[in-house]
């Protein structure tokens, strides 16, 4: 009968078969983790995750919002002061105002009337 102790493999030979197992264990990893760098992560057996998608699904409505609002914020802007009113030509300025000593440029210059009316606005 054989004592409890003994096995019928010698120690060196466990040792070079969990050496073996080791390595296969090692190899499979490495080989797993070079296809997931070589080809992403779709062609490792990781777990797929939901997050790049809950990302898209949320960037997209928020994206389109932001533009939205921009859009809105440039229309309002697009009819400002910063538009000139359409300016008369030579000939259809009145007579009146031909009358004057003040040269037509001078007239048509609308930036000019707007600094009158903050000079007169400030006395």
Do not use: C
């Not at 054989?2 to 264990?25: D, F, G, N, Y």
């Not at 898209?56 to 921009?70: D, K, N, T």
């Not at 001078?106 to 903050?118: A, I, K, R, S």
């Amino acid at each position: 009968m054989k004592k409890p102790t003994e096995t019928k493999h010698k120690p060196a030979e466990l040792l070079q078969q969990s050496a073996e197992q080791l390595a296969q264990k090692h190899q499979q990893r490495l080989h797993a983790m070079t296809r997931a760098a070589v080809y992403g992560k779709a062609a490792s057996r990781a777990r797929p995750t939901l997050y790049p998608a809950w990302r898209r699904l949320v960037a997209v409505p928020v994206l389109s919002l932001l533009g939205i609002a921009l859009v809105w914020q440039l229309s309002q802007h697009s009819g400002a002061p910063h538009t000139q009113p359409q300016l008369a030509l030579d000939d259809q300025v009145p007579a009146w105002v031909q009358d004057t000593d003040v040269p037509l440029a001078v007239l048509q210059n609308y930036d000019f009337y707007q600094w009158l009316e903050h000079e007169l606005d400030n006395t």
